[in-house]
C-alpha cells in the first residue's frame, strides 16, 4: 500500500499527527476539552494567531482571564523568596499568558534573576528583559542537564498548570527528581494548580459540590461521581502520596497544599510544596 493511501485511511501515525498538529496552529475555534496536548501540541497552540494568550496555553478565557494576581498571590505565599530581593528564580512551563508577564514584573522590581523554560515558540511571546530574564528553550527534564549548568542552585522553582501534561506525556519521577536537584539548600519548589480526581470526587460528593454543579451546568442534574473505577492518565490521591515520598527520599520535606478559595479551580486542584533543608 502507498504512502499515499495510508494517508488517506487515516492509518498512518505520524501523518495523523502531523494533521493534528497543523489544526492547532491554524484553525479558529479549537476545542480545548477534545485536545489530548502535548510538549508538541503546545508549540502549536503557540503559533495560533487566531487564539487568545490563555488558549494557547490551553485554558478557555473564563478559567484564567482575570485571576492572574489572584494566582500570584497564591504562589508567593508558598514560595515566599519571591518577595524577598535577588533571587534564582526557574519557572517551567510558563506559557504566554498573563501570570510570566506578572511574574517579570515582579522579578524586575525585586532584582530577581529569572529564568523561564519552554518551547520557542512560547518564549517568543515573553518580553526580554535585560538582567532579569534568561530564556531556555526545550522541554524539561529532558534537558535538565543544560539547566542546571545554566542556573547553578535556584531559591525557588515554579511549575504551574504544567504537571498533568508531564503525567501522562513523561516519567513524574524524573520530572520531580531533575526539579529537587535544581533547588538550592533552602530553596522551595511549587509544582502547582494539580488536577486531583480524588479531591474532584470529593468535592462532586459534597452538598456544596452538589450546588456548585448544578449552578454551573444551569441544571438540576447531579454530578456523576463514580468510585473505583480506573481512570489512565488521571492523577489521583495515590499519585501525590508516591511524589511526596520521592521528594523525602531525595532529602527534601513535602507538602500537599490547599489553594486560595478566590482561585478559578481550587475546589479540585492542590498545589505540592517541596522545600529543601
Known sequence: MSSSSLNAAGDDPSASQSGSLERLRTERDVDLAKVDLTFEGFRALAQNPHLTANERIGFPETYRNGFEEAILRDIAAKLPALLGTNATIVDIGPG??????????????????????????????????????????GAFP????????????????????????????????T????????????????????????????FFASETGRRFHKAFTRTETEP???????????????????????AQAAGADAYLMPQAPDLPMANRREDLLIMKA
Open 96 to 137: 504566554c499568558a498573563g501570570l510570566p508577564h506578572r511574574l517579570i514584573d515582579l522579578c524586575r522590581e525585586r532584582n530577581h534573576r529569572l529564568f523561564l523554560v519552554d518551547s520557542a515558540e512560547m518564549l517568543a511571546q515573553l518580553p526580554d528583559v535585560a538582567d532579569v530574564t534568561v530564556k531556555i528553550p
Open 142 to 173: 529532558a534537558i535538565r542537564d543544560s539547566i542546571r549548568d545554566t542556573v547553578g542552585r535556584a531559591d525557588v522553582v515554579l511549575c504551574y498548570s504544567v504537571f498533568h501534561y508531564v503525567y501522562v506525556e513523561g516519567n513524574p519521577f
Open 224 to 246: 456523576d461521581v463514580q468510585y473505583n473505577e480506573p481512570n489512565p492518565g488521571k492523577i489521583d490521591d495515590a499519585v501525590l502520596m508516591g511524589l511526596i515520598q520521592r
Open 175 to 202: 520530572f520531580l527528581d531533575s526539579i529537587v536537584e535544581l533547588l538550592a539548600d533552602g530553596g522551595r519548589a511549587l509544582i502547582g494548580d494539580i488536577p486531583n480526581i480524588s479531591k474532584r470526587r470529593r
